[in-house]
């Protein structure tokens, strides 16, 4: 299976103050990757490593067989990775058309092809097409970023905390909707506080702890490790 992103001996951080520390981790083509582990492990810095919003220290940051570590995030958007931040992920004060259409600024073509597919498969874009998204529910908010992202058709995604203050059977529709997006071709890799769930729809996952990965693994074999389950997954094993 070819490799679409490959993170290697990474050092990154905020200003002067070390998160990341020495870390590797790689997604391969197809996949979902899963990056989970306590409050201030550094999963979110890694997404932010990769996409250019900080720029790494040491090591590198591959997608395909190109550094982009250190690119601009808008350059980083037109060879083919997306971005969807944990907040803030679309503007509310636009409809849902307009912000899909905001997603597709880089492209430069008629966008009219790919966001009518974008309707077709989230049809409840379709319903609201002309709604303002802060009238959406969390949920619908995080779907019209994902399809907000999607209209770049990136090779990889990023997604931070797709479940983030959703109560569970909302959150469970939008891990739904991760794999939905994943079957449409597109790589992820995604921080999931709610370890479980999200390794759950994963075929690999990493642990971080203090900006390093303590174990790494296929979803399930990481479930059922004891240890893995009793230092990060709040004790007991899946059933």
Known sequence: MSRVLDVQSVDSGYGDVQVLDDLSLHLDEGEIACLVGPNGAGKSTVLKTVFGMLEPWTGSVMLGGRNIGGMAPEEIVRIGVGYVPQTENVFGSL?????????????????????????????????????KARTLSGGQRQVLAFARALVMEPDVLLIDEPSAGLAPNTA???????????????S??????NAREGLGISDRGYVLDQ????????ADS?????????LYLGGGTRH
């Open 172 to 186: 469970a529709e939008v891990f739904e909707d991760v794999q939905t997006v994943n079957e449409l071709g597109t």
């Open 95 to 131: 409809t849902i058309d307009e912000n899909l259409r905001m997603g597709g600024v880089a492209r430069g073509d008629d966008l009219d092809p790919v966001i009518e597919e974008l309707y077709d498969r989230f049809p409840i874009l379709t319903e609201k097409k002309k709604a």
């Open 188 to 193: 992820i890799l995604m921080v999931e506080q």
């Open 222 to 230: 990481l479930l059922d490790d004891p240890e893995v389950s009793e």
């Open 211 to 218: 900006g390093t990965v303590e174990f790494e693994g296929d």
